[in-house]
């Protein structure tokens, strides 16, 4: 008899050779199911905190990508066309910024962020929640936009090796156009949205990471300042805290895992948005790779 | 005349133009931070003095600056003394008040501490706190890089084996049931399903634990597990933050790349071993993870294995520089007193900013100190294979 398998012609099959989508659904899916699991068992103010949170570390992560991919394209383009102008000096006067800005551990980059954030907050400079989250989004862009240059140069030297841009170029098609339309927009994207995905994921690490360090070690200086709510600082309220404590109980009662999940939402909660997250925006990636053929 | 240009493209630059490269970068960060660790002394020892002249007047034992009515009377008695200095007046009592917040706002006068600065002593107590930094980091580079080969050429012989995810194998097996209909093996395959769900189960529990960030991991088990231990400390810094799964995926993706070479047909056409069944005779015994250097022999993977490898040695120092992020994270966020990354969260917080700068300065130099390695290694190998 013949057995009906997943590469026979069924959804399953479908989402399994899109492993991609399968994963964006799979992060939709738990995130939704978590949303509901909260709406029913989490106190109504933990629970717009909670979201609130979620959504500010999205948009933050949204906006580092946008100030990379803008960053990194700047840089990219212009460290070639230097490379291949008359004088040198432009060249090697980025290069050498770009080699000890990499040298730099991004979370340091962004705590130096932070800590003139805070300057600025202390002082009036900046006010409002909205600029905060974009300055914080532009400092992780800082540290993190090397690698769209690096995709950018590598795609433009790997084009340069081809016959077509010399037959562009002999054209008359100017060599800007060539680089920026020809190369990055329409043979690049996906080598792109890639790299951009793999951002996103680094974001909301580094983001998480900072507020929470930030919140657990600077607390008196933050207490003063009240930085936006993301999933970092939610995470390193002392709710939370004790939340996520809470599951060195099951090491000693395993019956505490019956109460866990209703008792100590909060920091449960906002641990699971981030590693969930975190795993599922690489298990995109990773599809995406496979599914481009990107490797 | 030099070619600047192919003097800093990586790839065509030789050892010791990168070592340049590398050297200046050091010697540059290494000014600016001593001009900046100069501007904060000299800007503390201003603050100092201006402080002393105001404290001055907070010492005046008939005086409570809190109550208003001695307030007005000091303000009335400077404007006899200084008389039509108005705006000086103003500014005194204005500095005043300012020192008096500080004394109960600012961390560093509530703790009662030496905030001098960096000073010799400072700077002998950080070495001990860098040099066992730079011990843990050194071993967990190491681990990591161990394991994540041995992930990676697992992954990538199951890869070959054509082994489906475990989810993808319960819903094929789900399938199968349906269109078979047979009641007899349903029993069998509902056992089977169920132990396949429970691996899956297991199997994301286990990447969860991968991916997630080090104080997650570390608060989890605060209460039942000493988080303050270096051997806790390496733990978290193998298995947290990501760090071991990106690197093992960097390596695997390598050596995908170098399984689509050419060579690698043609090695199989003159009769190379390629079968990749674990029992085959002329397949990989699991045993070859353990020493996958030498395990491969007259297997068509040991070329890929070492051409990868090649590809990988450069690729660390990006994998360096995140797990530097990785330990510092740790340090900071699990409030570890005596290390060297929480040191620098507990200067910035007492605002002593040269000792801040003077520890990014060494995490800057770890990682520089490690391209460099990488460097050496690589153009090492690159001899070897006679490039």
Not at chain 2, 355 to 371: D, S, Y
Request: positive net charge; proline residues 2%; hydrophobic residues 50%.
């Amino acid at each position: 008899m013949a057995t009906r398998t997943l590469t026979g012609n069924s959804w399953l099959s479908i989402l399994n050779s899109k492993k991609d989508l399968l994963w964006l659904m799979t992060w939709i899916a738990g995130l939704g199911m978590l949303w509901i699991w909260d709406a029913l068992f989490l106190n109504a103010p933990a629970f717009a905190r909670l979201q609130t949170a979620f959504l500010n570390s999205l948009f933050t992560g949204a906006m580092v990508v946008l100030f990379s991919l803008a960053l990194g394209w700047f840089v990219g383009v212009s460290l070639h066309l230097l490379e291949n102008s008359k004088s040198k000096v432009g060249f090697a006067v980025i290069s050498f910024i770009t080699d000890i800005l990499r040298s730099i551990p991004q979370i340091i980059a962004v705590l130096i962020g932070y800590i003139i954030l805070t300057v600025l907050l202390y002082q009036g400079i900046i006010r409002s929640s909205f600029v905060q989250l974009v300055w914080i989004a532009g400092t992780i862009a800082v540290a993190v936009f090397l690698e769209v240059a690096d995709t950018i140069r590598h795609r433009i030297d790997y084009f340069r090796t081809l016959d077509f841009v010399d037959a562009m170029l002999c054209c008359g098609i100017k060599e800007r156009r060539i680089i920026n339309i020809e190369i990055l927009w329409k043979n690049s994207r996906s080598h792109l949205l890639h790299k951009l995905i793999a951002i996103f994921g680094v974001s909301i690490f580094l983001q998480c990471s900072i507020d929470f360090i930030i919140s657990v070690g600077l607390s008196t200086d933050v207490s003063l300042i009240n930085f936006p709510t993301t999933l970092g600082n939610l995470l390193a309220n002392v709710d939370s805290k004790q939340d996520i404590l809470a599951l060195s109980n099951l090491f000693t009662e395993p019956g505490y895992l019956s109460v866990i999940f209703v008792r100590h939402l909060q920091g449960l909660s906002a641990a699971f948005c981030i590693v969930f997250s975190l795993l599922c925006i690489y298990m995109i990636a990773n599809g995406y790779v496979r599914r481009h053929k990107l490797a | 005349m030099i070619d600047l240009s192919s003097i800093l493209h990586k790839e065509n630059s030789s050892l010791w133009t990168r070592l340049l490269i590398h050297g200046a970068g050091i010697v540059l960060m290494a000014v600016i931070f001593w001009i900046f660790i100069s501007a904060v002394e000299i800007s503390r020892i201003e603050s100092k003095k201006s402080d002393r002249e105001i404290q001055k007047y907070l010492d005046l034992s008939k005086i409570d600056f809190g109550n208003p009515l001695d307030r007005a009377l000091f303000r009335e008695s400077l404007d006899v003394f200084y008389n039509g200095q108005t705006h000086r007046n103003d500014s005194l009592l204005t500095a005043i008040d300012n020192l008096r917040q500080r004394q109960f706002s600012d961390p560093a006068y509530k703790t009662g501490g030496n905030h001098d600065g960096l000073t010799w002593s400072m700077a002998g107590k950080l070495s001990g706190m860098y040099l066992q930094f730079l011990a843990i980091y050194g071993i967990v580079l190491v681990i990591i890089y161990l394991l994540a080969q041995r992930i990676a050429v697992y992954r990538f012989i199951k890869m070959k084996q054509h082994r489906e995810s475990y989810l993808t194998q319960a819903f094929e097996l789900i399938n199968s049931i349906h269109a078979d209909r047979i009641g007899s093996t349903w029993w069998n395959a509902f056992g089977k399903l169920g132990f396949l769900f429970l691996k899956a189960l297991l199997k994301g529990m286990l990447l969860m634990l991968l991916f997630s960030p080090a104080y997650v991991i570390a608060y989890s088990v605060k209460t039942t597990i000493d988080t303050s231990s270096i051997l806790f400390m390496i733990l978290l810094g193998i298995i947290s933050n990501g760090v071991l799964i990106l690197t093992a995926n960097k390596f695997f993706t390598f050596l995908v790349g170098e399984s689509k070479k050419g060579y690698v047909q043609t090695a199989v056409a003159k009769n190379l071993h390629a079968s990749y069944e674990w029992d085959a005779p002329e397949g990989i015994p699991p045993r070859t993870l353990l020493k996958i250097k030498h395990g491969f022999r007259s297997h068509v993977f040991q070329p890929i294995f070492f051409n990868a490898r090649f590809q990988f040695i450069p690729a660390l120092k990006e994998h360096a520089s995140f797990l530097i992020t990785g330990l510092i994270i740790i340090e900071m966020a699990l409030n570890i007193q005596g290390h060297f990354c929480y040191e620098l969260l507990q200067q910035i917080l007492y605002r002593q900013y040269d000792i801040a700068a003077f520890i990014i300065f060494g995490i800057f130099l770890t990682v520089k100190v490690t391209e460099i390695a990488i460097d050496v290694w690589e153009h090492k190998e690159k001899r070897k294979y006679g490039y």
